[in-house]
């Protein structure tokens, strides 16, 4: 089939909503959803997007809650959030795999990609059962690149290996290509976003040959999992060009670092380091690679530099667009506040709205109540006004 390279997205300002639900670095299962208080507070959530123009949203299915045993689906909570999410004019974006899996599985289980194929054919079932006309926009397996390393090399979550991040990744996007043959079964028009991290691995200065190698390496093995997607590599699992829609990037102030040390590269870059790249090079590179429309699938500063990291972003948005990237859409996540996978506390104070807490950081109240952070909220309006005169003065010139 011929993809569709039309903007889905209702509004290119996007939020997301932390709601992974992984077996956590001790083993616990979390469920951010619950935490964060983000299902029994939809409505507050959801009305307070509006004075930001927000219309897009990234959801999730959480797999491990509604696969009550294999090949059973409890979607009972889905449609409450398609209702709620309807009823408010939102649309949403969904995850079906954020990090969690149910409890008898992991990547490397011999059932795991046909058990995440049928999860994955049910749930656009039963979606287009109670919405059959809106666009459907799915993550099957968010940042498959993370994840591998997480569980596969760090031990933080399922299957909780050293030393085995390529076999997780490669049994990963096994399912994750069986999941969009299923969903494009039940959907052809079904728009797959990738989420995967976007980074810069750099040599330390003064580098060897080897070190300069080792680190061009590295650099490249983030693109794996979308090359095994569209199918440049590994072609035994069925990856397809078409299967590569709409590439999402998550990208953090921590996403550039020197491969040896693993010490960051400041991004405010004010010692002028020649490796550090602006976000506007590393969206051009993924856009020379695949060709494909990107999204900033996720963004977010923790602390008092909320404010200086929007201005940032909208600054290298704005270059980016000027460039003629194909750059569709924005998403401020977490857009509420969250805590720590592994401890609970403290909460990262990342979001728009943060949680009100105590002293010992934990809740005043549950659900917690959200409190918006002023500084940021003042940027934020800053950079959509920006990035709002830029999009006019750009179609303008087209016209």
Avoid at 4 to 25: H, I, Q, V
Wanted: charged content about 20%.
């Amino acid at each position: 089939m011929s993809v569709s390279f039309s903007n889905p997205f209702r509004s290119y300002w996007m939020a997301g909503y932390e709601c992974t639900d992984k077996l956590n670095a001790w083993g616990n299962r979390v469920d951010f959803l619950q935490i964060t208080g983000h299902l029994d507070c939809l409505d507050e959530d959801y009305g307070a997007l509006a004075s930001f123009g927000i219309q897009t949203v990234r959801e999730g299915i959480r797999w491990s809650q509604v696969e009550t045993r294999p090949y059973h689906y409890d979607w009972q909570t889905l449609a409450h959030l398609i209702r709620r999410g309807r009823v408010a004019g939102i649309q949403q974006c969904w995850d079906l795999c954020h990090f969690g899996f149910p409890d008898d599985l992991t990547p490397l289980h011999p059932m795991f990609a046909r058990r995440f194929a049928a999860l994955c054919r049910n749930f656009a079932l039963f979606y287009r059962s109670i919405d059959a006309d809106s666009p459907l926009i799915v993550t099957p397996i968010n940042e498959v690149s993370f994840l591998s390393w997480l569980g596969g090399d760090a031990r933080g979550t399922s299957p909780y290996c050293i030393g085995q991040g390529w076999e997780v990744k490669y049994h990963l996007m096994r399912a994750y290509i069986e999941g969009v043959a299923a969903l494009r079964e039940v959907d052809a028009g079904v728009r797959i976003l990738t989420t995967e991290p976007l980074i810069n691995r750099v040599a330390p200065l003064n580098a060897t040959d080897e070190q300069i190698a080792q680190a061009n390496r590295a650099h490249q093995n983030q693109f794996q999992a979308t090359d095994m997607l569209c199918g440049r590599m590994c072609p035994e699992l069925g990856g397809r060009a078409e299967y590569l829609d709409l590439v999402g990037l998550n990208f953090y102030y921590n996403n550039q670092w020197i491969c040896d040390t693993c010490e960051l590269l400041p991004w405010l870059n004010e010692q002028n380091d020649p490796r550090w790249q602006p976000l506007r090079t590393l969206l051009h590179q993924v856009y020379q690679r695949y060709q494909r429309p990107l999204v900033l699938s996720e963004t977010s500063h923790p602390g008092q530099d909320r404010p200086r990291w929007i201005q940032f972003i909208a600054n290298e948005c704005a270059a980016a667009w000027q460039q003629g990237l194909p750059l569709w859409g924005l998403c401020l996540y977490p857009i509420i506040d969250r805590p720590d996978w592994d401890q609970l506390t403290p909460w990262h104070r990342s979001g728009l709205w943060d949680a009100e807490l105590k002293p010992d950081g934990t809740p005043t109240q549950y659900p917690p109540r959200r409190v918006l952070n002023q500084p940021y909220a003042h940027a934020l309006r800053q950079a959509q006004r920006q990035l709002a005169t830029l999009q006019n003065a750009l179609r303008a010139n087209r016209g």
